[in-house]
């Protein structure tokens, strides 16, 4: 089972950036670089949304909302994903949970709250 902590969210300005960093733990020493590692965000009353993906292989995939703003990142050697967040908009403003993927075996994080406000 992979236990995964997101950390980095906070009130930032339009325009400003943050850093949102994953770290998983758990039994995934040998298995956490096969894993598909995405970010996805919600806000009340809406589903969840598929905000980046980065694949075992390294592939990454956005969001129209998040394509040319958003980078997806990943450092298998310390069994984390980061998700950073460029000019950002009021509209980005939800709960990130980072999620992976193997097979059929999902996990999530608890998410982090990102506010965009001024």
């Known amino acids: 089972q992979v236990q995964l902590v997101e950390s980095g969210g906070g009130l930032v300005q339009p325009g400003g950036s943050l850093r949102l960093s994953c770290t998983a733990s758990?039994?995934?020493?040998?298995?956490?670089?096969?894993?598909?590692m995405r970010w996805y965000r919600q806000t009340p009353g809406k589903q969840r949304e598929l905000v980046a993906t980065?694949?075992?292989?390294?592939?990454?995939t956005y969001a129209d909302s998040a394509e040319g703003r958003f980078t997806i990142s990943r450092d298998n050697d310390h069994f984390t994903v980061y998700l950073q967040m460029n000019s950002l908009k009021p509209e980005d403003t939800a709960t990130y949970y980072c999620n992976s993927a193997y097979g059929n075996v999902e996990s999530w994080g608890q998410g982090t709250q990102v506010t965009v406000s001024s």
């Open positions: 758990g039994n995934i020493f040998m298995f956490y670089r096969m894993y598909d």
């Open positions: 980065v694949t075992s292989g390294g592939s990454t």
